[in-house]
């Protein structure tokens, strides 16, 4: 299955759908973007399904 970048409305469905255990991290392999915007306020956050977020922590 290929990557693509979800739009915001995708993700705000994902997000409300899933019942995660760690509400504050975003988590999807299936989106290829490394930032996404938080759901309140102006904020970013990392999706950590994917590789790339785990390599910019670490610099």
Same mark, same amino acid.
């Given at each position: ?9 995708? &993700? ?6 899933? !019942?995660?255990?760690? /509400?504050?991290? #975003? ?11 938080? &759901? ?6 990392? !999706?950590?399904?994917? /590789?790339?977020? #785990? ?5």
């Amino acid at each position: 299955m290929q990557k693509r970048k979800w739009t915001y409305e995708e &993700r705000q469905l994902w997000i409300k759908a899933k !019942n995660k255990p760690f /509400p504050l991290f #975003y988590y999807n392999k299936e989106d290829s973007a490394i930032f996404i915007r938080k &759901r309140y306020g102006i904020a970013w956050t990392l !999706n950590w399904g994917n /590789p790339w977020s #785990y390599i910019i922590m670490m610099i």
